[in-house]
């Protein structure tokens, strides 16, 4: 069910992300709009939950002890709660990736933007299991992560906010390059270095120039 939310999620964020009718950076701070708020909801509703409990696994003091999902009436709400954790988590994935990619069209700095992220993520991996191993409360590890979240907030707005508004994918997808070749402007022939610097050209400076000639080694 979690990783079924997540495809749920990551499908329907990708229509807010993909909508080119709007510039990159209103994409951007509409899908952190609603994962801020989503993800806010799902927290209130874990803490609601948590206040329940102390412990889990076989032995918890979880009111009428451990929930079967085919018990409706006590499992309707904990699994909701489930599955939108699930989805708000792949929109927090999607965002930062979406950011990154937004952020320069040079695949060594993208590739780099990547590593950090993907490093502070493994660090975070790394330790989580520690935090169990030392019987950290439930609660206080719900607060630790709630506080993480919503220090990342004003940072990836900060982000999304340095974005360019530039629509040079459009232009290249609507150029006579990518309607009339067969290769794709995405293959191992593609020029980032000469992508960058079509991005600095007016669309009427663009219009004139023959960009396939430019962006072929």
Not at 60 to 75: H, K, V
Not at 102 to 112: P, S, Y
Not at 167 to 184: E, F, G, I, K, V
Request: a neutral charge; proline letters at 3%.
């Amino acid at each position: 069910m979690y990783w079924t939310s997540q495809i749920i999620g990551s499908y329907a964020l990708s229509l807010l992300l993909d909508f080119s009718r709007w510039s990159r950076r209103r994409r951007g701070l509409c899908a952190v709009a609603c994962m801020a708020v989503s993800f806010n909801i799902v927290w209130v509703g874990t803490f609601i939950i948590q206040r329940r409990y102390t412990k889990g696994g076989e032995n918890t003091d979880y009111p009428g002890g451990p929930i079967d999902f085919l018990e409706t009436s006590r499992a309707s709400a904990p699994v909701t709660l489930y599955f939108f954790t699930g989805m708000v988590d792949a929109w927090y994935q999607n965002i930062a990736y979406w950011i990154i990619g937004a952020l320069t069209g040079d695949a060594h700095i993208t590739a780099r933007y990547v590593g950090f992220y993907k490093g502070i993520q493994s660090l975070g991996a790394a330790i989580s299991w520690q935090i169990s191993a030392q019987e950290i409360h439930y609660m206080h590890q719900l607060i630790g992560n709630w506080a993480l979240l919503v220090i990342s907030l004003p940072t990836m707005v900060y982000t999304v906010m340095q974005i360019e508004d530039r629509a040079l994918d459009d232009r290249l997808l609507s150029s006579p390059y990518t309607q009339h070749n067969d290769s794709s402007i995405f293959n191992d022939h593609f020029e980032w270095s000469a992508l960058s610097a079509a991005a600095a050209m007016s669309p009427e400076a663009l219009k004139k120039q023959k960009i396939h000639e430019d962006i072929i080694l």
